[in-house]
């Protein structure tokens, strides 16, 4: 099946920096979608992105469409302690095929 | 308010006996899907379902039985659960098409003994 490597597994961050992870696929995506999953929670859509360059903004948050189309990117900035939680990234290669999920980020803010 | 409803959200039982994990979802979307979640993992789809009566095996779908007779509901079916299966399982629905765009319910917390 798929093979959709994200990094890293898990950040132990202060308040205030900022944040980086990434999701890299064997195989070419048309899409890449970022999900946060907090604590007793499910997986909640913080971004999408559907073109190879693709930059797109949610607050504090950034993500990028690899121009390879087999990465993606999410940044974080000026991390806050309810950024706490699992990031998953997930792929989907041709529309309206199956997504593929990373395996998690999970980020732990200090205040 | 649109969502995605599991039931129960919490189950212990024991093995062999079987059981069975409600999903609702209020959108009419086409597409709903069962995934599990594991500790360094992320998540894996068991069963997935593009229309009513129409239903596909994902990853892993070992020890799992799904039905779609009507287009709000997809439940997950263990017939004979084992602790291989203690996980945590999540529904998820989408439009379906061009935008698969997920939403998923709050999860099901599974402990087999």
């Known amino acids: ?111 | 308010e649109a969502q995605v409803t599991q039931n129960p959200r919490y189950l212990i039982t024991v093995t062999g006996k079987k059981l069975t994990v409600t999903c609702s979802q209020n959108m009419n979307h086409e597409y709903m899907s069962w995934y599990r979640q594991d500790p360094g993992l992320g998540l894996r789809q068991i069963y997935y379902s593009m229309n009513v009566e129409v239903t596909d095996k994902g990853d892993v779908p070992e020890g799992y039985k799904v039905s779609r007779k009507e287009k709000r509901n997809f439940p997950l079916i263990l017939e004979s659960p084992s602790p291989n299966q203690t996980s945590l399982y999540f529904c998820a629905s989408s439009p379906g098409g061009l935008e698969n765009i997920q939403y998923f319910g709050a999860g099901t917390r599974l402990s087999v003994l």
Do not use: H
């Open chain 1, 1 to 111: 099946g798929q093979q959709l490597n994200q990094s890293p597994q898990s950040m132990f961050i202060q308040e205030g920096e900022d944040v980086s992870m990434n999701c890299t696929s064997s195989s070419i995506f048309n899409t890449w979608l970022w999900y946060k999953q907090d604590p007793g929670e499910g997986p909640v859509l913080l971004i999408a992105l559907y073109k190879a360059g693709e930059l797109t903004s949610n607050g504090r948050l950034t993500a990028q469409f690899g121009i390879t189309r087999k990465d993606s990117f999410l940044n974080i900035s000026a991390s806050i302690p309810s950024d706490v939680g699992i990031y998953f990234c997930a792929g989907q290669e041709t529309s309206g095929s199956r997504l593929t999920f990373g395996e998690g980020t999970q980020l732990t803010v200090n205040p």
